[in-house]
């Protein structure tokens, strides 16, 4: 078999680099719904949900370069166009949202997508034995079930 100079088996670290860009670009389309609610919301839950989808953005930003910067330590090519990321993600795509429930709602359906990618994902750096990445998705995975139920208690 022939390895990665991480001692990875190069065939299954490829197929892991491009469902991490498939993450990456499905993460880039949630940073810029968590940026559209931020800007567009409206109501009497303003300035709680004003905040919460900063704080949503902020760590989507963070999590962008932690996937980026794992795709290149396995030698691969991080996506970095928006043509590639709208022409990869599967993420609903949410605009002109004011609506706090449809807002929260939109934050469900993006987090929902990107678990399912994260749980691919999961299995496959499982199945290369690459606990650097399986770790990450792990760490990814817990934290947005965790928002997920918040975001549920929210709704009611
Ligand atoms: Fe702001």
């Given at each position: 078999m022939s390895?990665?100079?991480?001692?990875?088996?190069?065939?299954?670290?490829?197929?892991?680099?491009?469902?991490?860009?498939?993450?990456l670009?499905?993460?880039?389309?949630?940073?810029?719904?968590?940026?559209?609610?931020?800007?567009?919301?409206?109501?009497?839950?303003?300035f709680e949900l004003h905040m919460k989808f900063e704080?949503?953005?902020?760590?989507?930003?963070?999590k962008v370069d932690l996937i980026a910067e794992r795709i290149l330590t396995l030698q691969g090519t991080p996506l970095h166009t928006f043509e590639d990321y709208t022409s990869v993600s599967r993420v609903p795509v949410g605009k002109n949202i004011s609506n706090d429930v449809e807002a929260v709602k939109l934050i469900i359906g993006s987090l929902s997508e990107l678990l399912k990618i994260e749980r691919t994902i999961l299995d496959l750096s499982d199945e290369a034995e690459d606990e650097g990445t399986n770790s990450m998705m792990s760490d990814f995975i817990a934290e947005q079930e965790k928002t997920l139920w918040m975001m549920n208690a929210w709704l009611g």
């Open positions: 390895t990665t100079i991480l001692g990875l088996d190069k065939q299954k670290t490829e197929n892991l680099v491009n469902e991490l860009n498939t993450l670009a499905n993460f880039q389309v949630y940073y810029q719904n968590a940026r559209g609610l931020h800007w567009n919301i409206k109501g009497k839950n303003f704080e949503f953005y902020t760590d989507a930003q963070e």
